[in-house]
């Protein structure tokens, strides 16, 4: 079946330092999803992409869709301590039910 | 604009016994989606329901069903539960189409 692959699994940086995560998948998509989960919580919608090539913004988040539509990235600017959590993405195609999700890449930011 | 609810928060059953776990959708969304996410894994499909009807399963037994309502919220109903059945259940909310899940903080159930 249709799988994501997250790298890298964990990361610990810096305050300040800047982030880059991707996914691969030997699938396409139609659509790619960014969300980040914190302990306790439910994943929360970072960014969504809906065309091969776009590149889309949330803040310092930014992600891209990859052309050939079988990868994204996720890059985090200037992080910061509230940035610590799980990001997970994920992918949709259009007029499917499924929406599939990584592993999940564990940031760990020191101050 | 109210968010998904889920309850209750946590759930300790024993292995062998049923459990219910409810879901009260985003305003606005028709659609409900339950995963099943492990300690240190990403959420995995179970199923979706759309117009009470399920339009969509991933790889889980009969064990497990769900309900729809018309008012667009929706239970999870597992059976004869066993001790893998532990892991925190996620239910998420859209309006269908290729449009993003929107997700509760879930239900921790623990099998014992």
């Known amino acids: 079946g249709q799988q994501l692959n997250q790298s890298p699994q964990s990361m610990f940086i810096q305050e300040g330092e800047d982030v880059s995560m991707n996914c691969t998948s030997s699938?396409?998509?139609?659509?790619w999803l960014w969300y980040k989960q914190d302990p306790g919580e439910g994943p929360v919608l970072l960014i969504a992409?809906?065309?091969?090539?776009e590149l889309t913004s949330n803040g310092r988040l930014t992600a891209q869709f990859g052309i050939t539509r079988k990868d994204s990235f996720l890059n985090i600017s200037a992080s910061i301590p509230s940035d610590v959590g799980i990001y997970f993405c994920?992918?949709?195609?259009?007029?499917?039910?499924?929406?599939?999700f990584g592993a999940g890449t564990r940031l760990f930011v020191k101050a | 604009e109210t968010g998904v609810t889920q309850s209750p928060t946590h759930l300790i059953k024993t292995r062998g016994q049923q459990v219910t776990l409810r879901c009260s959708s985003q305003?606005?969304?028709?659609?409900v989606s339950w995963y099943q996410q492990a300690l240190g894994q990403g959420p995995q499909f179970i199923f979706q329901?759309?117009?009470?009807?399920?339009?969509g399963r991933g790889n889980f037994p009969p064990r497990f069903s769900g309900l729809q309502f018309p008012n667009y919220s929706s239970e999870l109903n597992v059976n004869a539960l066993e001790l893998d059945d532990s892991a925190l259940y996620l239910c998420?909310?859209?309006?269908?189409?290729?449009?993003?899940?929107?997700f509760g903080n879930g239900t921790r159930l623990t099998v014992t």
């Open positions: 329901y759309y117009r009470e009807e399920e339009n």
């Open positions: 994920a992918g949709l195609n259009t007029g499917g039910f499924k929406t599939i």
């Open positions: 992409l809906y065309k091969a090539g």
């Open positions: 305003s606005g969304h028709n659609t």
């Open positions: 699938s396409i998509f139609n659509t």
């Open positions: 998420a909310s859209s309006s269908g189409g290729n449009s993003p899940l929107h």
